[in-house]
């Protein structure tokens, strides 16, 4: 499996096909690499795309410590990723979680990007929210550890986000709990 080291130590699974102009996909928090598969099936007949796991997704390193996580690692980790493949610039999508890198990536970054599209990136919370928002990502993370995937997963999955998915792509939506 193709890994690469990060400027910080931390090793990432990546994948790379096709050619052409690079795509970089960056996942969001409820996948991985595989989610972006029916994109680089298509995409790969002329692009070069580029897929990776951040950090904490395996088999990307799981490294301990919240301190080895933030918004802005994860930006250097596609950096790196790029660098890694010597890509001197990208199109850079992003979805959810990876929506927030890619926007970070063209605020710090904007000479390494063709373009950045961005699906899904959502800012938290209002101001006056923060407390009930992080109260209910400790309730996530909370069930994730004491259910386990097996269990958790499918609630989680099943979120108001994911109706269109389950209603038009049924297999698609069973691959994507699968998955998660």
Known sequence: MPHLKTNDGVKLYYEDSGTGRPILFIHEFS???RAWEL??????????????????????????????????????DAVDVLNHLAIEKAHVVGLSM???AALHFGVHYPDRAFSIVIGAAGMGAEPDKTAQFREEVEIVARRWESEGAQKFA????????????EMKDPRGFNEFIAQL
């Open 31 to 33: 996948g991985d690499y």
């Open 39 to 76: 994109q680089v099936r298509y995409f790969a007949r002329r692009y070069r795309c580029v897929t990776y796991n951040a950090r904490g997704y395996p088999p990307s390193d799981v490294p301990d410590g919240v301190e080895r996580y933030s918004q802005r690692r994860a930006v250097d």
């Open 98 to 100: 990876g929506g927030f």
């Open 154 to 165: 499918p609630i989680y999955g099943s979120g108001p986000g994911r109706e269109q998915l």
